[in-house]
């Protein structure tokens, strides 16, 4: 990674997740076993795109990029494969809507590996920001219900059973997967435009695979260009202590490596990997233009008219 990347840290997790979405989503929005902190999602939104603006996420789950763009006054535009999640999307931008959000948003159930086909072509070139995030292999997301002299049950884990999601593609399918959505998302972005991707880390077989350093290069691979990596925290903080926001599972695996001598910690943070679309001219100049520091004023004058969704 170039040693003139920005680094950043955000306090994104001052609430845990159920707070976050408490009155924000559809109740059962919680039945999805990884969703996006929409804490993240507003802040990486304001961030990186301007009111009026056109985001869209290739992986669009339960809508938590959906949802913050349409209350930050952007239009989004979401893919998911599966149409349960899909249904559930729309159910939360027309709850976002009922609030007041202004930003209209649309879900399309389809395969992100083939976004240029899935979406219209006329959003070709206008999308200012792809906020996503992928699947992190086997889930150790879900719900837990302490069940007396049962143990522990474990629900919505899982996010479906079909065997060409992304989820169950492993870590070699699941990067080739990666290389085609991120160079369909360069096809939709305007030239200088965003991808902002949250990733972590995972335990296999005693190994710590290194999601977010495997895809800065899936990214470069796909002609985008590393911007920034900023560490979003999935833990609160209250003076100089940190308060856990640990799910259950995180904590028994880490529990478990522990008792077997294996001195592992707790991740207690998602890289956002930031990526930039180059512009149309080529060069070493213009790279170095895109990791100089953001004026997002000066985006928001040179597009000065928005492109709107369809109401």
Not at 146 to 163: C, E, L, M, N, V
Not at 262 to 275: G, K, N, T
Request: glycine share 10%; charged share 20%.
């Amino acid at each position: 990674m170039p040693a003139d990347i920005p680094l950043s840290v955000w306090p994104t997790a001052q609430r845990n997740a159920r707070a976050q979405r408490a009155g924000r989503y559809v109740e059962i929005s919680g039945h999805h076993p990884a969703k996006m902190l929409p804490t993240i999602a507003a802040r990486a939104i304001a961030t990186y795109s301007a009111p009026g603006d056109l985001v869209c996420d290739p992986m669009a789950g339960i809508g938590s990029t959906l949802v913050e763009a349409v209350h930050l006054g952007r239009d989004a535009i979401g893919v998911e494969y599966e149409e349960n999640w899909a249904e559930l999307a729309r159910a939360n931008i027309a709850y976002a809507r009922g609030q007041g959000a202004t930003g209209h948003g649309e879900v399309v159930c389809g395969d992100a590996r083939h976004l240029p086909g899935v979406l219209d072509p006329a959003i070709r070139g206008l999308v200012a920001l792809v906020l996503t995030s992928p699947p992190y292999g086997p889930s150790l997301h879900g719900r837990v219900t302490a069940r007396p002299g049962q143990g522990i049950a474990k629900s919505h884990d899982r996010y479906s059973t079909d065997p060409a999601n992304l989820a169950h593609i492993g870590l070699t399918g699941l990067l080739e997967a990666m290389r085609t959505i991120l160079s369909g998302c360069r096809q939709l972005l305007r030239p200088g435009g965003y991808v902002a991707m949250t990733v972590r880390p995972w335990w296999h077989d005693g190994r710590l695979i290194d999601l977010p350093g495997r895809l800065v290069g899936v990214g470069e691979d796909a002609g985008l260009v590393l911007y920034e990596r900023n560490v979003a925290l999935l833990t609160g903080l209250r003076g100089e202590g940190l308060v856990p926001r640990t799910s259950f599972f995180a904590l028994e695996a880490v529990r478990k490596a522990r008792a077997r001598g294996i001195p592992r910690l707790v991740i207690a943070h998602e890289d956002l990997l930031v990526f930039r679309n180059p512009p149309a001219v080529s060069g070493s100049a213009s790279i170095r233009s895109l990791r100089e520091p953001r004026d997002l004023g000066d985006q928001r004058r040179s597009h000065a008219e928005p492109h709107r969704l369809a109401a």
